[in-house]
Antibody, heavy 124, light 110 residues
Framework: EVQLVESGGGLVQPGRSLRLSCAAS????????MHWVRQAPGKGLEWVSG????????GYADSVKGRFTISRDNAKNSLYLQMNSLRAEDTALYYC?????????????????WGQGTLVTVSS | QSALTQPASVSGSPGQSITISCTGT?????????VSWYQQHPGKAPKLMIY???KRPSGVSNRFSGSKSGNTASLTISGLQAEDEADYYC??????????FGGGTKLTVL
């Protein structure tokens, strides 16, 4: 059974940093690209970042480019999101999601498994 | 990376069919037949319903279908059931290793 378990969320002050983790199991982690998607309270989904199986291809939403860094450790079956210079508008539930297609970001397919999310609240 | 445009809400009676539209631009929906659709029930994680425009993952009912015309993708749900009541989101590849979601549509089964 595929499982994605996010952790690392919490309350943080504006301008500070936070690192999210996603522990994957139930599939061959290094066979698939992975993504982070967030959802602000009461709002819609927003794609944040994606990474290919070998970290060779990485993409970011314009809203987080230059502040967030995605990474993965295939030996630990883990995905990470380093978030710096956090803003109030980054407050959201952050989901880790598995790509349905395979190890590369292209061709893009969809996100077939999702974790339950970890909540990040940016407030003073 | 502008959000795709979806109607805020749609409704239908049990047994009817409904269609949710998802309008983008020639830079995203129009350039790639790679729209995916997600169903999200309150307090739950999203569930993939359609990928690559019209393919259904294993386990998804064939009552769900996807299509595209120009810059607009569509999700059709036939034989509406009470459990279909949820929020639905479209998502498209937008080039340069980036994706964009629609604003979401709340489906009410009357």
């Amino acid at each position: 059974e595929v499982q994605l378990v996010e952790s690392g969320g919490g309350l943080v002050q504006p301008g500070r940093s936070l690192r999210l983790s996603c522990a994957a199991s139930g599939f061959t982690f290094d066979d698939y690209a992975m993504h982070w998607v967030r959802q602000a309270p009461g709002k819609g989904l927003e794609w944040v970042s994606g990474i290919s199986w070998n970290s060779g291809s990485i993409g970011y939403a314009d809203s987080v480019k230059g502040r967030f860094t995605i990474s993965r450790d295939n030996a630990k079956n883990s995905l990470y999101l380093q978030m710096n210079s956090l803003r109030a508008e980054d407050t959201a539930l952050y989901y880790c999601a598995k790509d349905i297609m395979g190890g590369e970001l292209l061709p893009p397919g969809g996100f077939d498994y999702w974790g339950q999310g970890t909540l990040v609240t940016v407030s003073s | 990376q502008s959000a795709l445009t979806q109607p805020a809400s749609v409704s239908g009676s049990p047994g009817q069919s409904i269609t949710i539209s998802c309008t983008g631009t020639s830079s995203d929906v129009g350039s790639y037949n790679l729209v995916s659709w997600y169903q999200q029930h309150p307090g739950k994680a999203p569930k993939l319903m359609i990928y690559e425009g019209s393919k259904r993952p294993s386990g998804v009912s064939n009552r769900f279908s996807g299509s595209k015309s120009g810059n607009t993708a569509s999700l059709t749900i036939s034989g509406l059931q009470a459990e279909d009541e949820a929020d639905y989101y479209c998502c498209s590849y937008a080039g340069s290793s980036a994706w964009v979601f629609g604003g979401g549509t709340k489906l009410t089964v009357l």
